[in-house]
T-cell receptor
Framework: SAVISQKPSRDICQRGTSLTIQCQVD?????MFWYRQQPGQSLTLIAT?????????ESGFVIDKFPISRPNLTFSTLTVSNMSPEDSSIYLC??????????????????FGAGTRLSVL | GQNIDQPTEMTATEGAIVQINCTYQ??????LFWYQQHAGEAPTFLSY??LDGLEEKGRFSSFLSRSKGYSYLLLKELQMKDSASYLC??????????WGAGTKLIIKP
């Protein structure tokens, strides 16, 4: 299965600063996603990272706060801007692979990176 | 609205069998997924159901009834390493994943 490299794995940041999280996959993918998971809770989709165009954001998330780039099919970044303690969370990237044949692709199975654990002081 | 319901926490004994239920109400259905998530780690894919019935994969099985909006994950021969959260997710008509809050499974010796 394809490898997803996400970094940093964790960081402690000061209020008001920004952090950029990188997600690199080792093979071409159809779609990449960014999620947030707050302690003890399930996953919340932030946005879908579109290759070569603006990301598609979910309700409650805006580009100014969470700018996303996807310059090519295998790489994406998420920036958490002007951070506050409420942004302390695990941030995860995921992707749907472009491999495995039609049957596998039709399942739209998402595979996740290891996550970035962010603490904002 | 769309929602996924699953128990918050379950406890089982090593070597036993446990069934984790998931009920859903979504706008459309394009498959149901189960993921395992160990504390501090990312979710890992376990199973996928799109047709009614049972899918078996080693010690893990997943069942789906679309008419009832119901699924379960069955774990057999429980091992201590199975202690984790189990997330149920449904893909709706827009191919967006709707996630449940997860079931924390505690395995006791």
């Amino acid at each position: 299965s394809a490898v997803i490299s996400q970094k940093p794995s964790r960081d402690i940041c000061q209020r008001g600063t920004s952090l950029t999280i990188q997600c690199q996959v080792d093979s071409q993918v159809t779609m990449m996603f960014w999620y947030r998971q707050q302690p003890g809770q399930s996953l919340t989709l932030i946005a879908t990272a579109n290759q070569g165009s603006e990301a598609t954001y979910e309700s409650g998330f805006v580009i100014d706060k969470f700018p996303i780039s996807r310059p090519n099919l295998t790489f994406s970044t998420l920036t958490v801007s002007n951070m506050s303690p409420e942004d302390s969370s695990i941030y995860l990237c995921s992707r749907i692979p472009w491999t495995g044949g039609f049957e596998e692709a039709a399942k739209n199975i998402q595979y996740f990176g290891a996550g970035t654990r962010l603490s904002v002081l | 609205g769309q929602n996924i319901d699953q128990p918050t926490e379950m406890t089982a004994t090593e070597g036993a069998i446990v069934q984790i239920n998931c009920t859903y109400q979504t706008s459309g259905f394009n498959g149901l997924f189960w993921y395992q998530q160990h504390a501090g780690e990312a979710p890992t894919f376990l199973s996928y159901n799109v047709l009614d019935g049972l899918e078996e994969k080693g010690r893990f099985s997943s069942f789906l009834s679309r008419s009832k909006g119901y699924s379960y994950l069955l774990l057999k021969e429980l091992q201590m390493k199975d202690s984790a959260s189990y997330l149920c997710a449904v893909m709706d008509s827009n191919y967006q994943l709707i996630w449940g809050a997860g079931t924390k499974l505690i395995i006791k010796p």
